[in-house]
């Protein structure tokens, strides 16, 4: 054949191409059909197959997505060729019972959200992590024998984390890795020559050397994240750390009850997600309602809480109520996707909700829009405060003769050296030490019908105060002999009045947040015009300030005027992840078993001991150290936290991925640690810095069952076992403690370490879950089977909670029960020095850090003989 040119070739393929396709192509031209009705009849519909096909599955299973958005899912997962092609509802929320038979409405159905409807792009997504990686330098250490300088501290040459590349390893390298790092950490720092290289070292206050008590694992620190998420799975950090005990037995020589465990990481606090002002005014942790419980309310404010965007699967509920005649307002920094959905938008500056709801309480008393009653008798309004220390007056020394009552209404006195009960045993009656009691004291109000100061103990309140036929003053100056001096004292109320009156008109409060004035006082109109109709669900925004406690105060102080505490549709709430691990109240059982008297028969009771200790993750995240200047020290004696030399962490990211003050963490804090470990199906920040990377199963993979609840909705939920294979060479989070522990069995010589996760190690973990729902309120009655089995058909169960809605504080408005509080009222009064010196014992508003140009976080008061606050 003679050579053909490229031109040539290109020429002649091109003519031979075009005679090729120029017949069929023409051939295939067809005029249109004429289609009188599509609906009857519709030529050529083959081509729809293609769309079946791309539809069409080869299995299905259910299981459940609970990201730490609060709302637990139970998603259905449609496989092809091994690939989940689409994720979908569950359709199986309204066959949920509770033990009674209790039956929910259709109205849950479809329970997805946009996240769940794409969840398969990151079971399968690329960032998944693949498999068990150590950090290249910290293995070096490790190989080397763990080589420490003169102080005990390890060369920086091994601590370069986020610089070096990463070693895949077998699951049985990683768990050595982590069990000898545990084991050489406690050994190194434990008794006085521990103690004597970190005061070497230069890094940490005595105090929190001497809080170690000589024990090496008091450096260990363990943290779940968002446990509520994982009952058994993610709070099995916390059991893991109390294990930690066996091992600091064997390293000073100990006995079980000397033996001192590890040190168990918060979530809820430290994230900023607790309101710190709800536990000071209720006791509670924090008081909230199911989100669905709009469908009772008649005004509903979503306060710094971008329902629609953060609230997916509930928010129709929100707006369903406003179809339903509830009206919506929206209190807020910015005009939101909830702003779009509301009848009342206030946009306030960032940070001034405290300020915001203290002009709404100057409107409600200047005008007697409150219950009076209610306040005197459910509140700390009418109780006397001494006006020169600006100290509570107490019974026992203004009262002559005055006895505290011996017997306590739904009270349980335990004496000293009793200790505490298990809740399930305590049932409905609140546990308290007598050593408490008598510490609190009782309290004195003004007798306006004997004018005469009374005692008022913790049984007066609501209709118990009614029936004492006593008539609180909550305004006026009187005098009251205590130790024999005259004293001249004010009401709470009156203190509370006088800041309001002269720093929180609606005018001043305008010039703060930016509000109008006349629309402050028309939404305090309509709130007290709602009495125990009114919602308030508060969102994470107004809690990301310092002093953000004020901001609660202030915000309940509004809803306490009203009566706006717990009733239904009538409540104040605060929002942020899931944290409430009281619905498993039996949760001792499980993290706190006694390693060294391990239960390991299933259906049998367990011994119960803590050795760990719990601590704030607030300390690590300030250099890690407690706050003191000068010679004081913050924290007091029963907070002191200890030096850090190991983390494990599973199931969250917020520890160094998204930690405030990122950069601080990484460069200062970060490399006074030794090892930090990891548990991650997506790759993350704190991946990225850490030693040891444990590749662990997505929900999706999960081959433990779990169980999980929620603080917006009334569903106990379990991670149902699926048959989907593991994507990758991972293991579940529980795997991984039970994985650590056997190898400790190794290290420190101890066989009892192989047993504290026995049942995960024979496939029996539901043992586990079981054994926390038989102790636990709200879940005992349930078999963990039945409800895995009804899981896995997509049904979740329903918490045995009194109420449905759930709602917190139902029993103290609606069945005069008490607060859990020293007087069992809401107080709104703070008389501790710390608050005294600050000048925050009443709810005032305060500047945040950087609000203004001018820095100081002020206190916005005209002069008041309560607001004092004392330099350093």
């Known amino acids: ?176 890795y982590a069990a000898k790092t545990l084991h050489n950490i406690a050994t190194t720092y434990a008794g006085e020559k521990g103690a004597a290289l970190l005061r070497k070292q230069g890094l940490y206050l005595p105090e929190q050397i001497s809080a170690m008590q000589g024990a090496g694992t008091q450096v260990l620190k363990f943290r779940g994240g968002m446990p509520l998420l994982g009952i058994t799975r993610v709070f099995g950090m916390y059991r893991l750390a109390n294990s930690m005990a066996l ?177 399930i045993k305590a049932a409905d009656k609140q546990v308290i030490g007598q050593g408490l009691l008598d510490e609190w004291g009782s309290y004195v109000v003004w007798d306006a019908k004997a004018q005469k100061p009374v005692a008022v103990t913790r049984e007066d309140h609501g209709k118990y105060a009614v029936a004492t036929g006593v008539d609180p003053a909550l305004e006026g100056t009187f005098e009251v002999t205590i130790k024999g001096q005259t004293v001249k004292v004010r009401p709470v109320f009156d203190l509370l009045w006088q800041y309001l009156r002269d720093s929180c008109d609606p005018e001043t409060i305008s010039r703060i947040t930016w509000a109008p004035a006349k629309a402050i006082e028309g939404l305090a109109r309509q709130i007290a015009a709602n009495q125990s109709k009114t919602l308030i669900a508060t969102g994470m925004g107004p809690n990301q300030f310092f002093n953000n406690d004020l901001k609660d105060r202030s915000l309940f102080l509004v809803c306490a005027l009203t009566k706006n505490i717990g009733f239904h549709g009538g409540n104040i709430g605060s929002y942020a ?120 199963d997505s929900w999706a993979e999960l081959k433990h069952p779990d169980a999980t609840a929620s603080v917006t909705n009334p569903f106990l939920q379990i991670f149902p076992r699926t048959p989907f294979k593991r994507i990758h060479d991972t293991r579940g989070d529980i795997e991984v403690q039970q994985g650590v522990t056997e190898k400790l069995a190794e290290v420190v010589g101890e066989p009892r370490f192989k047993d504290v996760y026995k049942f995960v190690r024979e496939n029996q973990t539901i043992e586990y879950l079981q ?28 918490l045995m909670s009194r109420t449905y809605p759930k709602i917190i504080g139902y029993e103290q408005a609606n069945e005069e029960k008490k607060w859990y509080t020293k007087s069992g009222r809401l107080e709104f009064y703070r008389d501790e020095d710390e608050w005294i010196e600050h000048g925050e014992s009443l709810p005032v508003y305060r500047e945040t850090i950087d609000a203004t140009q001018y820095e100081p976080n002020v206190i916005v008061a005209k002069p008041h003989p309560c607001i004092k606050p004392q330099p350093l």
């Open 247 to 423: 091992m600091d037995a064997k390293i000073r020589g100990v006995k079980a009850n000397q033996a001192i465990g590890a040190r168990g990481w918060d979530n809820y606090s430290w994230h900023t997600d607790l309101p710190p002002g709800h536990p000071m005014v209720t006791g509670q942790q924090t008081v909230d309602f199911d989100l669905f419980d709009t469908e009772h309310s008649n005004l509903i404010i979503a306060w710094g809480m971008n329902w629609i965007a953060t609230k997916m699967p509930d928010s129709h509920w929100l707006t369903e109520a406003r179809l339903k005649g509830a009206k919506v307002v929206a209190v807020t920094v910015e005009y939101s996707s909830t702003a779009n959905k509301c009848d009342e938008v206030f946009v306030i500056r960032p940070a001034t909700d405290g300020a915001f709801a203290l002009g709404l309480a100057h409107v409600m008393i200047k005008e007697k829009l409150f219950d009076a009653t209610h306040v005197k008798t459910n509140t700390d309004f009418p109780f006397l405060v001494r006006v020169d220390n600006q100290k509570l007056v107490r019974a026992e020394d203004a009262v002559p003769g005055f006895k505290p009552p011996t017997m306590r209404r739904d009270t349980i006195v335990r004496a000293k050296g009793q200790g505490g009960l298990p809740t």
């Open 771 to 798: 054994r926390i729902f038989n102790s636990s309120t709200m879940a005992k009655g349930y078999d963990a089977r039945d409800l895995e089995t009804k899981a896995k058909d997509g049904i979740p169960a329903l």
């Open 577 to 696: 992840g899931n944290y409430r691990a009281a619905y498993f109240d039996g949760m001792g059982t499980y993290i706190a078993e006694d390693p060294f008297r391990l239960q390991l028969e299933p259906n049998k009771p367990v011994n119960v001991k803590q050795y760990f200790k719990f601590e704030s993750v607030h300390f690590w995240n300030h250099g890690d150290k407690p706050l003191k200047i000068g010679t004081k020290l913050f924290t007091g004696k029963s907070h002191i936290t200890t030096p850090t030399k190991s983390l494990m962490v599973c199931n969250s990211n917020s520890i160094l991925g998204n930690v405030k003050g990122h950069y601080d963490v990484v460069v200062n804090t970060l490399p006074k640690m030794e090892m930090l470990a990891v548990n991650e199906w997506w790759w993350t920040g704190t991946c990225e810095y850490a030693d040891i990377v444990f590749a662990v």
């Open 1 to 176: 054949m003679a050579d053909l040119s490229r031109r040539q070739f290109l020429s002649t393929s091109a003519i031979a191409a075009t005679t090729a396709v120029s017949g069929p192509l023409l051939a295939g031209l067809k005029f249109p059909f004429a289609v009188e009705n599509p609906l009857t009849h519709y030529p050529n519909r083959g081509w729809e197959k293609i769309y079946r096909d791309i539809f069409r599955h080869d299995s299905t299973f259910h299981f459940l997505c609970a990201p730490n958005d609060t709302h637990n899912c139970l998603l259905k997962c449609y496989v092809k060729n091994g690939v989940i092609t689409r994720v979908g509802p569950s359709y199986g929320y309204s066959k949920a019972t509770d033990l009674y038979g209790t039956k929910v409405s259709a109205r849950w159905e479809p329970r997805i959200c946009q996240k769940g409807l794409v969840l398969n792009r990151r079971i399968q997504g690329p960032r998944r992590v693949r498999y068990p990686m150590v950090r290249e330098g910290f293995k070096k250490w490790a190989d080397a024998g763990y080589p420490r300088g003169a102080d005990g501290r390890p060369d920086p040459k091994y601590l370069r984390r986020g610089l070096e590349s990463f070693v895949r390893v077998s699951w049985d390298q990683a768990f050595s």
